[in-house]
């Protein structure tokens, strides 16, 4: 070899050697970021961790798009104060999973949907049970979790879609219970009904005030007589049709009589009036001290009243079993649990205080310490009307009408219509959100 040559060779080596590092130096850093967060090494040379697993609504690195990822949960992960049971026979607690794809419901058992308590063993559950439109499946445990506890939850990668694919990640969430025992509700199931932001069984109205209302989820109409928006049929493509010129705007779709995707708005109507009889049904409330709450409502410090417009978790029903007003502020707080649910039973109408000036609203609810809108459910025996103004959250479940006042808003549900068909919907420069949609604005979960 003459000197030309072995130079070449040690330049060679040299490229060669460099590039190796660099290649280690990539897959180290890849290897260390991945995850839900960067430095939380979870790959390795046995894939993701099936003990720990990732949080739930972390993104799967090695899944695909037919791999089913776990969303959400209930309790959610790092809850310091989860309720010891959730209201259901027995005192049992009631955890919940929320996927992003179909499941098949055989798949999720006692080995693969799993509650621990710290130092302990696996909890042998009382029942298991999967939601096939929400994704959910949800264990029950057979008797109350012990006070100031930590429990771990997980799902493995032995659950799989309803097309046999499982999933590519474990997930694993903890939660501690409340110092002392209590009971919480148990999550509120709309089935086919939980995308949509409004329904009405006898059409809807909307006036020509510019801007024109506009809706943040899916609508749906039933019957057919009564698929309407202004008097004017709603069209077979999941639009809001001519509407006299006066459509509301919708980010989502309206079913109807005329179309549907994949479930008819029928079937939909009957689950609102299915979640409608659960509220209706649930007992222990505490009864409001006057029929207007918060803090231009009744006065001294009863229940609701001016002097005590700050509600923790729980029932409520109005007083006299009759309507519920809401007058000045009427604030909910969740007490740092992020599940905390609010259930207002109303045997006749809700209201909301109007207002005269824009941007000063008579009538609004405040959502604090881990409160939230989708957490919050007024089951109305009759009619609603949310006055000019109102700034209102939670989702309404009506026996017939609701009726929006001029420039007010809802981050919740309005679902009119759960029992009789005589009751419309009236929009008036409205904005209406499903909790935690896409284009909902910011903070309305």
């Known amino acids: 070899m003459n000197n030309r040559e072995y130079e070449i060779g040690e330049a060679t080596n040299k490229i060669v050697r460099r590039l190796g590092c660099f290649l280690t130096l990539v897959l180290a850093s890849v290897l260390a970021g991945c995850g839900s967060g960067g430095g939380n090494a979870i790959l390795g040379a046995t894939g993701v961790s099936a003990t720990t ?52 419901s055989s798949s999720i058992s006692a080995t693969s949907f799993t509650v621990t308590p710290a130092g302990g063993v696996a909890l042998v559950p009382a029942s298991f049970t999967y939601a096939p439109y929400t994704y959910v499946s949800t264990l029950t445990t057979t008797s109350a979790l012990l006070p100031n506890t930590n429990y771990t939850a997980s799902v493995t990668t032995a659950i799989t879609s309803s097309t046999g ?30 995308p949509f932001a409004i329904a009405s069984a006898a059409g809807l109205t909307n006036t020509a005030t510019v801007p024109l209302s506009h809706i943040n989820g899916d609508v749906v109409l039933d019957p057919i007589a009564h698929a309407t928006c ?59 001290g006057a029929s207007e709450i918060g803090t231009g409502g009744g006065a001294g410090v009863c229940v609701g009243c001016a002097g005590n417009a700050t509600l923790p978790p729980g029932v409520y029903i109005a007083a006299s079993s009759t309507s519920i007003g809401v007058t000045g502020t009427l604030t909910l707080d969740g007490q740092g649990d992020s599940n905390a649910r609010f259930v207002f039973q109303a045997g006749s109408t809700l209201t909301t205080a109007a207002a005269a000036i824009p941007g000063v609203p008579a009538s609004r609810i405040v959502l604090i310490n881990g409160a ?56 008036d420069t409205n904005i209406v959100s499903v909790p935690g949609n896409a284009f909902a604005p910011a903070g309305c979960q």
């Open 230 to 288: 202004n008097a004017v049929a709603v069209d077979a493509f999941g639009g809001m049709g001519p509407c006299g010129g006066m459509a509301p705007t919708l980010t989502g779709t309206v079913i109807s009589p005329y179309f549907n995707k994949g479930v008819t708005s029928t079937s939909i109507i009957s689950d609102l009036h299915a979640t409608y009889l659960s509220l209706a049904a649930l007992t222990g409330a505490t009864v409001l």
């Open 165 to 194: 694919v499982p999933m590519a990640c474990s997930y694993s969430w903890s939660f501690k219970t409340a110092a002392t025992a209590s009971a919480g509700v148990a999550p509120v199931n709309l089935a086919t009904a939980t």
């Open 53 to 104: 697993g990732l949080a739930p609504g972390a993104s799967c690195p090695i899944a695909g798009p037919t791999n089913p990822v776990l969303l959400a949960s209930d309790p959610s992960n790092g809850n310091q104060f989860a309720t010891t049971s959730t209201g259901t026979s027995g005192g049992s607690k009631i955890i919940t999973a929320t996927y992003s794809l179909p499941l098949n």
């Open 372 to 427: 939230k809108a989708s957490n919050v459910w007024w089951k109305v025996g009759s009619s609603a009307t949310i006055g000019t103004y109102s700034l209102f959250n939670g989702n309404i479940l009506a026996d017939t009408s609701i009726t929006m006042g001029t420039s007010s808003s809802s981050c919740g549900r309005l679902l009119a219509g759960a029992v009789t068909t005589t009751g419309a919907f009236v929009f």
